[in-house]
């Protein structure tokens, strides 16, 4: 079976604390381009159809006006939002990447894929994520995750979080939030009470570029119900699609093909990363991956 349509989610609604501001409308372009033009331009030409950006009421009007200068004309665009106003008092970010996913239910019915605003995942993985999800290797409960090397991932401007992961037969068995990875003397490992917890470099990492079929939201929504039970009240608790996945797999509710990519990843964690990603761009543009001006 060959599905026509496929969605691509693109949360753009977090705060960018550790890079200082709104790092998903940071020009990054030779002609003010987003990375999201860029993610947008590499999506459609793998056929993708329909874009679903997670964005928050407060930066609505700022974050059309920038996206619509780029997009792909023939592209459908839909917003859905994760609002600040929802939150209990004394939160002040919003609840994390799955319930960003969360909110699109009423606005997806087709197989979709997910992917941060502010990151580039390169071309090649989003052309294999879109035959995923048009085959009949997706539907409910089989899903798929593009795994990363983390040699691929890390910044060398300071700590980032990873979706640490193990993989056996092309399928995810565990995934492990890990924050504070950094390189550290040529080695890449995090400190966790005093210690240095080194990590082979060859690791796959989830870098919250997803594939799923709708039935996912009924897990979203469960799990999401009974997170806020026991963490609505913790102003630094999140709810995040990497801990949604490690639950329904080790239930044994749902496969997760990890699509390994040779694609490199990079993206802007931190403010000295921006001056990488317009290198990167730069390159790329220079190469012929990208027109000089995404309008051509």
Same mark, same amino acid.
């Given at each position: 079976m060959t599905r026509e349509k496929t969605s691509l989610l693109i949360m753009a609604a977090g705060m960018g604390s550790r890079y200082g501001?709104? @790092?998903? &409308?940071?020009?990054?372009?030779?002609?003010?381009?987003l990375l999201i033009h860029y993610t947008l331009y590499d999506a459609h030409l793998s056929g993708f159809d329909k874009a679903v950006f997670v964005i928050r009421k407060e930066?609505?009007?700022?974050?059309?006006?920038m996206i619509l200068k780029f997009i792909p004309p023939d592209m459908e665009t839909v917003y859905a939002y994760q609002e600040m106003a929802d939150l209990p008092e004394g939160r002040k970010k919003p609840w994390g990447t799955g319930h960003a996913i969360l909110v699109c239910k009423?606005?997806?019915?087709?197989?979709?894929?997910?992917?941060?605003?502010?990151?580039?995942?390169?071309?090649?993985?989003? @052309?294999? &994520?879109?035959?995923?999800?048009?085959?009949?290797?997706c539907g409910k409960n089989r899903y798929s995750m593009v795994g990363y090397l983390l040699k691929n991932t890390v910044s060398l401007h300071g700590g980032v979080t990873r979706g640490v992961s193990t993989v056996s037969d092309s399928l995810l068995v565990t995934i492990d939030e890990t924050s504070g990875i950094e390189v550290k003397d040529g080695k890449i490992g995090f400190d966790r009470d005093g210690s240095w917890i080194e990590i082979d470099p060859m690791t796959f990492v989830s870098m919250n570029f997803w594939g799923f079929d709708p039935f996912i939201f009924e897990d979203i929504e469960s799990q999401f119900s009974q997170f806020l039970?026991?963490?609505?009240h913790d102003p630094k608790s999140e709810f995040l699609i990497p801990d949604v996945v490690a639950t329904i797999v080790e239930n044994g509710k749902a496969k997760v093909k990890v699509i390994d990519t040779d694609e490199v990843w990079f993206g802007m964690t931190h403010p000295e990363d921006r001056e990488i990603v317009m290198g990167e761009i730069e390159r790329m543009i220079t190469e012929g991956v990208y027109p000089r001006n995404l309008r051509d």
């Open positions: 501001g709104l @790092k998903q &409308l940071d020009p990054v372009g030779p002609n003010g381009e930066f609505e009007e700022e974050f059309k006006d009423d606005v997806i019915s087709e197989p979709f894929g997910v992917v941060n605003a502010d990151d580039f995942y390169g071309r090649g993985s989003y @052309k294999a &994520l879109n035959d995923f999800l048009k085959s009949d290797q039970d026991t963490n609505e």
